[in-house]
């Protein structure tokens, strides 16, 4: 996929003529200086790709004739982040783009006993997926779902391995719990971690709990650590 | 070590009183407000620990007295990050960050036929790796190498698994490579990769060719996930 890589909500399935978005308009025209008939690929995030060649070259409103577009299959593991969001804005942009890039399915801002309030900024939000997806040269937007605490998460049936990192007693390395179900849940509590209480839930409910090695990670940190193994095994 | 942690390039072993740094002491007294006789724990990133008193709460040279200095032996496991720095300065001093908190015990910043020029920051890179060892509760600083060649670094005796993290064909997944040895070593290229010849060079050498996964990873994403696994298996 050398050609550029923007993303279009909406993508025809059949071969098309189709006016893409502002900004991939802006992109390709201002930016990149593309020329009528020059190609781009265009992706919707969810599984489907299309190769598009330029015939209306405006840098607002840009017309594209679609190829007939192609569908990837779901990779076969699915990992899912459910992670304390931090304080710090930055840290949480990070994080996005990280998980996006190491190629998560879902994220889930959990509310913790301990966590810190965060500004929730769901479009600069989407729009960091968005750009982590299409550098890594995916066609799978992660799901940015709604926060919830460890209770509500975990109420919602389920089917695969969830995981708890704690810095409590009992924690174990992934590699005690293989395999693993192709569906993986990993819960990474605030600075501070879960309470006891938030743990016994997560246990009660059958969640793993997962060691992630002997220095102390950054809540952030611990995210990333722990889809980089899921993802790995 | 719920006490103040702080970093002293040079501890005694022995008890004894120490005239901590001007940043020590500023933290201590102007920020944390400590008080005569309070404790803190010092590191010198080498492996010693000691507790240390205030016995003089002076803002730019305050005074401690150190109890008998601890020695941690290092880990068993110690990983090597060799890569080639990106252009943009905040991502290298995120992976410094990230690299130290999950445990590496040396970075080197590797020269590549494609590397981007960058300008080094030595100073200011020594104190994000201290910070980020303090950060972790840890008592060892990674050593930040010279940059070098892929052919200058692999020129160096190396006794333990050296890999590397290529985008051609023949890469596999770091399971096949099982079990390693306790001193490991990755080589991650820059943006468009490793050229041919620098494949060949460190094939040549020995290295082994490492899988990341499936998505497109940016190069600290990719020194990242490569040391997670590293100190992971």
């Known amino acids: 996929m050398q050609l550029p890589f923007f993303y279009e909500t909406i993508l025809p399935q059949e071969s098309s003529v189709l006016t893409v978005s502002e900004q991939t308009s802006k992109h390709c025209i201002q930016v990149l200086r593309m020329q009528l008939g020059e190609k781009i690929l265009l992706t919707n995030g969810t599984g489907w790709l299309t190769e598009a060649t330029i015939i209306t070259a405006d840098k607002k409103r840009m017309a594209v004739q679609t190829s007939v577009a192609m569908y990837k299959e779901p990779a076969t593991i699915q990992t899912t982040l459910a992670i304390s969001f931090v304080k710090n804005p930055s840290r949480i942009e990070w994080l996005l783009e990280k998980a996006t890039e190491i190629g998560v399915v879902g994220i889930v801002p959990l ?56 810095c409590l007693e009992g924690t174990k390395p992934l590699a005690q719990y293989l395999p693993l179900a192709a569906y993986r849940r990993v819960l990474i509590g605030p600075e501070g971690d879960f309470t006891r209480a938030e743990i016994a839930t997560a246990t009660d409910a059958g969640c793993l709990a997962l060691d992630l090695g002997q220095t102390r990670l950054r809540t952030e940190t611990a995210g990333l650590v722990a889809v980089t193994l899921l993802q790995h095994h």
């Not at 066609?139 to 089917?159: D, G, N, Q, R």
Request: hydrophobic share 45%; with cysteine; glycine share 2%.
């Open 111 to 166: 509310i913790c006993e301990r966590s810190e309030k965060t500004v929730a900024k769901s479009e600069r939000w989407d729009n960091i997926l968005i750009s982590a997806m299409l550098q890594s040269k995916q066609v799978y937007k992660p799901i940015l779902h709604k926060a919830a605490t460890v209770k509500e998460l975990l109420a919602v049936p389920f089917s695969g391995s969830t995981f708890i990192a704690h």
